[in-house]
């Protein structure tokens, strides 16, 4: 065996590498370690980040074609590394709390991990390096998930989280092997599956096949009739996890998804899985929408608001084409530093104060005026309001859907943009509390860590900005395109 | 009397169908644990059966199978130090006592 195909893997060694210095540092550092070892852990990702945007790509396949690490998965990776740093950013002042200090080394490693998973998920071409990335991105979050030993609520939230999981990678595997027994030479790469499906005519079996694998990783994204578990293990999770769930987890299963279903089963798009992806999609957009509604947990709601985004996130897998790829890419980045906005300011808060509902925002204006600006500011990109990023991520996954002329299409497209008129309600409602709901504030004035005002500072320039500077969708269209070539 | 793929393949069925059932039904958490490791033995199954009858002579099944049981064991693991905790908090580990995050 050549051993030097694993040169070709540098994002997966880079993030392995910090992995090790993380781990040996926290074991045989000692207590002086452990005080330098936020910023030197944050410092370090950021200089991988830096790093992974740099690097070159490189297109030959490695290991017989089971890993490839194409301009689109590169890119992938580097906005989930931006993602992380965020997180890694908003935590700082968490990790040092009393209950958690002793064991901050564990959240970090634990988070590389699951990133290193997420790398392997988003690269392979073969279903068992997707499965080992998969399962290597969801088991140590259940040990995350478990994190706040002393509350039971993030228990309840792992237990629910782990049964959950372990339930969906088990229907994963089954329809995993469904397909197995339809690859004409008992090959799994995503390429021979597809030569071997094409001309297939649509069996009782194929369709379970496909439908299994939808529901195994729909878990992952929680797409809706898979979403149960969401709510409560956002909710119950510390919140730091709860925003690493919510989007890094989110958008690495989104790219995998496109990745199998347009490589592995593009051949099957109109007769199995077009049908399918509709009325997961419909479903998804409109329940989130509609169960958000009527949630007074700031946590929950971000869980009901982050299920109906990933609606959105998965029109782009019904195009199957670079540039359906190009602005789901666009559309995760976006909603990446949208996302994070929100959790930065709710975990700016729970750290200071404890509360976490919506009724605890009224009047936070007064006291809080720039944490309030940039909750508004994530709030409108969420809902898609002009001139902010959100914006220019949904009319750009519309006009990609749109692109193919098919007048289901176009009704799916009808039914997503109903449902943004729909989520500009309740994404308004927590605008509504923070500047106009009379009241005193029960919430005192406080100023955040150096850390949370970078994060929240980095949030909102990619709010503004994003939208404004068309390179960068650009740049992602650029970057998907040689995947279909 | 010769085995055909039938004779695996109902098994393997039946075994995924009792392990879906049971964790609708069963209260206890150890018991969902058991119902889900029938599951991911029935998918383990389909896998060699496949790779025995259909595609002798190449490897791919039993590998993956080979995988599947690590990674099996390494879930049940989680979800029984998880289950410890959640004993040391409430005394039991019935699922339905664990329900105070609801809609």
Redesign the interface.
């Known amino acids: 065996m050549d051993y030097s195909q694993f040169g070709a893997m540098l994002p997966e060694l880079i993030i392995l590498g910090i992995f090790l210095i993380v781990f040996c540092t926290d074991t045989f550092g000692g207590e002086g370690a452990r005080k330098i070892l936020t910023p030197f852990t944050t410092v370090l990702f950021g200089l991988a980040t830096v790093a992974i945007w740099i690097i070159p790509s490189n297109a030959e396949p490695i290991f017989g074609g089971m890993y490839v690490d194409t301009t689109a998965c590169k890119a992938m990776k580097a906005m989930l590394n931006v993602g992380v740093f965020i997180v890694l950013l908003q935590s700082a002042k968490w990790t040092d709390s009393d209950e958690v200090a002793i064991r901050k080394g564990e959240f970090y490693e634990l988070m590389l991990v699951t990133l290193f998973g997420m790398y392997l998920m988003i690269s392979a071409r073969h279903f068992l390096l997707f499965v080992i990335g998969l399962e290597s991105a969801s088991l140590p979050l259940a040990a995350m998930v478990a994190f706040n030993k002393k509350h039971y609520e993030s228990h309840e939230a792992a237990i629910k989280y782990i049964l959950t999981a372990v339930f969906s990678s088990a229907i994963l595997l089954m329809g995993l092997s469904l397909v197995y027994a339809f690859s004409g030479n008992g090959s799994l790469y995503f390429d021979d599956i597809r030569v071997a499906l094409t001309g297939e005519a649509p069996s009782g079996l194929l369709i379970a096949a496909l439908a299994f694998v939808i529901a195994g990783i729909g878990f992952k994204l929680s797409l809706v009739p898979f979403h149960l578990w969401t709510a409560d293990v956002y909710q119950g999770a510390p919140t730091a996890i709860t925003a690493y769930l919510s989007v890094i987890s989110k958008g690495s299963a989104a790219f995998a998804f496109f990745v199998i279903f347009v490589q592995a089963f593009g051949s099957m798009y109109s007769v199995v899985w077009e049908w399918m992806m509709y009325a997961v999609i419909i479903a998804t957009i409109t329940i989130g929408n509609l169960f958000a509604m009527r949630q007074k947990n700031m946590k929950r709601f971000m869980a009901f608001s982050s299920i109906s985004q990933a609606g959105y996130i998965m029109l782009g897998v019904m195009t199957e084409s670079a540039l359906g790829l190009g602005s789901m890419m666009f559309y995760i980045f976006v909603y990446i530093v949208s996302n994070l906005a929100v959790f930065s300011v709710i975990s700016a808060i729970e750290r200071k104060t404890g509360l976490v509902g919506m009724e605890d925002y009224d009047g936070l204006h007064k006291t809080n005026p720039w944490l309030s600006f940039a909750m508004t500011l994530a709030m409108f990109s969420l809902a898609g309001i002009p001139p902010f990023a959100g914006f220019f991520s949904k009319i750009l996954i519309f006009t990609s859907v749109t692109a193919s002329d098919s007048m289901a299409l176009y009704m799916l497209v009808l039914v997503a943009l109903i449902n943004t008129i729909i989520s500009l309600y309740y994404y308004l409602l927590v605008v509504k509390a923070i500047w106009i709901n009379p009241g005193e504030a029960k919430v005192e004035g406080f100023r955040s860590s150096g850390a949370e005002r970078l994060a929240l500072w980095i949030c909102v320039a990619g709010i503004i900005f994003f939208g404004l500077v068309p390179y960068i969708y650009q740049y992602c269209v650029d970057m998907a395109l040689p995947m279909f070539n | 009397m010769d085995l055909t793929i039938l004779w695996y393949i109902v098994p393997s069925v039946i075994m ?1 169908c009792a ?1 879906v059932y049971g ?1 609708c039904t069963r209260k206890n ?1 150890i018991a ?2 058991i119902s ?1 490791e029938l ?2 033995n ?3 199954l ?2 060699i059966v ?2 025995r009858f ?2 002798p002579g ?1 490897m ?2 039993m ?2 199978t080979l ?2 049981i690590a ?1 099996a064991a ?2 049940t693991a ?2 029984i ?3 410890i ?2 004993y040391r ?2 005394g039991n580990t019935d ?1 339905t006592s ?1 329900k ?4």
Request: net charge negative; glycine share 4%; charged share 10%.
């Open positions: 995924f392990g964790f958490m969902l644990l889900l599951m991911l029935s998918a383990d389909n896998f496949f790779n259909l595609f190449t791919d099944g590998v993956f995988f599947a990674i390494a879930e989680v979800a130090a998880i289950i905790n959640i908090e409430i699922i664990v105070q995050m609801k809609f």
